[in-house]
């Protein structure tokens, strides 16, 4: 089983939509999270962290669940400008904290 | 600097060949990773350094693959003998404080895109 699992996608929706992701992780003394965005042939840029009371940014809401050790993205309002790659972000407990990718998920959003 | 810089952006090797690729950290960063992500991948983690110290190198692929930062600085990512299962993108990326400490935030650089043929 992979450290970070994520639905690869694509997720195809139109403009204006509201768009969910969720991330599984394995390790359950795992501290920090983060959604990071990628678009094409770029690197990866932190959109947000996740912090275990939730938090909101604008239209995007992360919420972490320990108890089912899952984190979420919500996206309100998809622009065309949100199409791009969601990772989802594992940074480990302990030890010098190794930091976990997971493969990502494909948003495009249509006009 | 300003941000995390890697260079050769692009690099084709013959099969066989030895490549080096170069990490430029932001100043004064501790922490630095290198990543492999193949297409349609996400990241997967290479070897960690803070500071000079190479602390993890558990997701180097094979022997073929080493990484120093000799002065806790500049890093450089050598692949020898490169295989065509070598072509990836291969990202840098560092944080400003020890890992041991709250959430950290990686910059990463544009990446260095290998083609091995």
């Known amino acids: 089983r992979k450290e970070v699992e994520q639905d690869p996608g694509p997720f195809n929706v139109p403009e204006g939509a509201t768009v969910a992701f969720n991330c599984t992780y394995s390790?359950?003394?795992?501290?920090?999270f983060f959604w990071y965005r990628q678009d094409c042939r770029k690197e990866p840029k932190l959109l947000m962290s996740v912090y275990s009371s939730g938090n909101e940014d604008g239209r995007f809401t992360a919420q972490l669940n320990r108890a089912s050790q899952y984190i979420s993205l919500l996206i309100r309002d998809s622009k065309l400008s949100d199409s791009a790659t969601y990772l989802c972000?594992?940074?480990?407990?302990?030890?010098?904290?190794?930091?976990?990718f997971g493969i990502g998920t494909k948003l495009q959003v249509i006009p | 600097g300003a941000g995390v810089s890697q260079s050769p952006r692009y690099k084709v090797a013959k099969r066989g060949q030895d490549v080096a690729l170069r990490c430029d950290p932001i100043?004064?960063?501790?922490?630095l990773f290198w990543y492999q992500q193949a297409l349609g991948q996400g990241p997967e983690f290479l070897t960690y350094?803070?500071?000079?110290?190479?602390?993890?190198k558990s997701g180097l692929p094979s022997d073929r693959f080493f990484a120093e930062r000799p002065e806790g600085s500049v890093s450089t990512l050598k692949i020898q003998r490169t295989q065509q299962e070598d072509s990836a993108v291969y990202l840098c990326a560092s944080s400003s404080r020890g890992t041991d400490s709250g959430a950290n935030v990686l910059t990463f650089g544009a990446g260095s895109r290998l083609t091995v043929l």
């Open positions: 350094f803070q500071n000079e110290a190479q602390l993890d």
């Open positions: 100043s004064g960063h501790v922490s």
């Open positions: 972000v594992v940074k480990e407990s302990g030890g010098y904290q190794k930091v976990t």
């Open positions: 390790n359950s003394a795992s501290q920090s």
